[in-house]
Nanobody, 124 residues
Framework: QVQLVESGGGLVQAGGSLLVSCAASGRTVSSFVMGWFRQAQGKEREFVAGISRSGGITEYEDSVKGRFTISRSNTKNTVYLQMNSLKPEDTAVYYC?????????????????WGQGIQVTVSS
Protein backbone atom coordinates (compact mmCIF):
# COMPACT_ATOMS: atom_id res chain seq x y z
CA GLN A 1 0.00 0.00 0.00
CA VAL A 2 1.08 3.54 -0.69
CA GLN A 3 -0.66 6.74 0.28
CA LEU A 4 -0.31 9.82 -1.93
CA VAL A 5 -1.03 13.39 -0.88
CA GLU A 6 -0.92 16.32 -3.29
CA SER A 7 -0.15 19.89 -2.29
CA GLY A 8 0.62 23.25 -3.87
CA GLY A 9 -2.42 23.88 -6.00
CA GLY A 10 -4.41 27.07 -6.07
CA LEU A 11 -5.42 30.04 -8.19
CA VAL A 12 -3.02 31.66 -10.65
CA GLN A 13 -3.33 34.09 -13.52
CA ALA A 14 -2.77 32.98 -17.08
CA GLY A 15 0.93 32.96 -17.88
CA GLY A 16 1.85 32.22 -14.29
CA SER A 17 3.47 29.19 -12.67
CA LEU A 18 2.63 26.64 -9.99
CA LEU A 19 4.53 23.77 -8.44
CA VAL A 20 2.40 20.87 -7.24
CA SER A 21 3.93 18.13 -5.12
CA CYS A 22 2.94 14.58 -4.27
CA ALA A 23 4.24 13.11 -1.04
CA ALA A 24 4.14 9.34 -0.64
CA SER A 25 4.01 7.23 2.48
CA GLY A 26 3.72 3.55 3.21
CA ARG A 27 6.13 2.46 0.49
CA THR A 28 8.98 4.14 -1.29
CA VAL A 29 8.06 5.78 -4.58
CA SER A 30 11.18 4.30 -6.15
CA SER A 31 9.11 1.11 -6.51
CA PHE A 32 6.65 2.84 -8.84
CA VAL A 33 6.30 4.62 -12.10
CA MET A 34 4.62 7.89 -11.17
CA GLY A 35 2.14 9.96 -13.11
CA TRP A 36 0.11 13.14 -12.99
CA PHE A 37 -3.42 13.20 -14.35
CA ARG A 38 -6.05 15.93 -14.45
CA GLN A 39 -9.78 16.10 -14.67
CA ALA A 40 -11.60 19.22 -15.75
CA GLN A 41 -15.24 19.68 -14.86
CA GLY A 42 -17.45 17.56 -17.09
CA LYS A 43 -14.50 15.80 -18.73
CA GLU A 44 -12.72 12.49 -18.31
CA ARG A 45 -9.51 12.19 -16.34
CA GLU A 46 -6.55 12.53 -18.69
CA PHE A 47 -2.84 11.80 -18.59
CA VAL A 48 -0.62 14.84 -18.10
CA ALA A 49 2.89 13.52 -17.41
CA GLY A 50 4.69 10.38 -16.30
CA ILE A 51 8.15 9.53 -15.01
CA SER A 52 10.09 6.30 -14.79
CA ARG A 53 11.25 4.80 -11.52
CA SER A 54 14.73 6.26 -11.84
CA GLY A 55 13.51 9.56 -13.22
CA GLY A 56 15.46 9.09 -16.42
CA ILE A 57 12.44 8.85 -18.73
CA THR A 58 9.54 11.28 -18.86
CA GLU A 59 6.49 11.56 -21.07
CA TYR A 60 4.01 14.38 -21.54
CA GLU A 61 0.61 14.98 -23.03
CA ASP A 62 1.05 17.09 -26.15
CA SER A 63 -0.70 20.21 -24.85
CA VAL A 64 1.69 20.55 -21.88
CA LYS A 65 4.98 19.73 -23.60
CA GLY A 66 7.47 22.55 -23.12
CA ARG A 67 5.39 24.07 -20.30
CA PHE A 68 5.20 21.35 -17.63
CA THR A 69 8.04 19.38 -16.08
CA ILE A 70 7.65 16.24 -14.00
CA SER A 71 10.42 15.25 -11.61
CA ARG A 72 10.93 13.05 -8.61
CA SER A 73 13.07 12.75 -5.50
CA ASN A 74 13.18 9.14 -4.39
CA THR A 75 15.09 10.17 -1.25
CA LYS A 76 12.28 12.55 -0.30
CA ASN A 77 9.60 10.13 -1.53
CA THR A 78 8.07 12.97 -3.49
CA VAL A 79 7.04 13.66 -7.08
CA TYR A 80 6.67 17.15 -8.52
CA LEU A 81 4.92 18.83 -11.41
CA GLN A 82 6.25 22.26 -12.31
CA MET A 83 3.68 24.08 -14.41
CA ASN A 84 4.73 27.19 -16.33
CA SER A 85 2.96 29.42 -18.85
CA LEU A 86 -0.36 28.26 -17.47
CA LYS A 87 -3.50 28.65 -19.56
CA PRO A 88 -7.17 28.75 -18.53
CA GLU A 89 -7.62 25.36 -20.20
CA ASP A 90 -5.18 23.88 -17.65
CA THR A 91 -7.83 24.42 -14.98
CA ALA A 92 -8.64 21.04 -13.43
CA VAL A 93 -8.24 18.82 -10.42
CA TYR A 94 -4.75 17.34 -10.62
CA TYR A 95 -4.11 13.82 -9.36
CA CYS A 96 -0.88 12.03 -8.52
CA UNK A 97 -0.79 8.29 -9.19
CA UNK A 98 1.55 5.33 -8.77
CA UNK A 99 1.90 2.35 -11.10
CA UNK A 100 3.82 -0.90 -10.49
CA UNK A 101 4.54 -1.18 -14.21
CA UNK A 102 8.09 -1.35 -15.50
CA UNK A 103 7.82 1.69 -17.78
CA UNK A 104 5.94 4.97 -18.04
CA UNK A 105 2.21 4.46 -18.42
CA UNK A 106 -0.31 6.80 -20.05
CA UNK A 107 -3.41 4.76 -19.28
CA UNK A 108 -5.03 5.47 -15.93
CA UNK A 109 -6.12 1.84 -15.57
CA UNK A 110 -2.49 0.83 -15.00
CA UNK A 111 -2.18 3.03 -11.92
CA UNK A 112 -3.07 1.30 -8.66
CA UNK A 113 -2.75 4.17 -6.20
CA TRP A 114 -4.18 7.68 -6.38
CA GLY A 115 -4.05 10.84 -4.36
CA GLN A 116 -7.17 12.75 -3.42
CA GLY A 117 -6.53 15.43 -6.03
CA ILE A 118 -5.83 19.13 -5.80
CA GLN A 119 -7.52 22.03 -7.57
CA VAL A 120 -5.57 24.18 -9.99
CA THR A 121 -7.45 27.18 -11.37
CA VAL A 122 -6.03 29.47 -14.04
CA SER A 123 -7.82 32.77 -14.54
CA SER A 124 -7.78 34.63 -17.84
Amino acid sequence: QVQLVESGGGLVQAGGSLLVSCAASGRTVSSFVMGWFRQAQGKEREFVAGISRSGGITEYEDSVKGRFTISRSNTKNTVYLQMNSLKPEDTAVYYCAASPAGWVQRSRVTYDYWGQGIQVTVSS
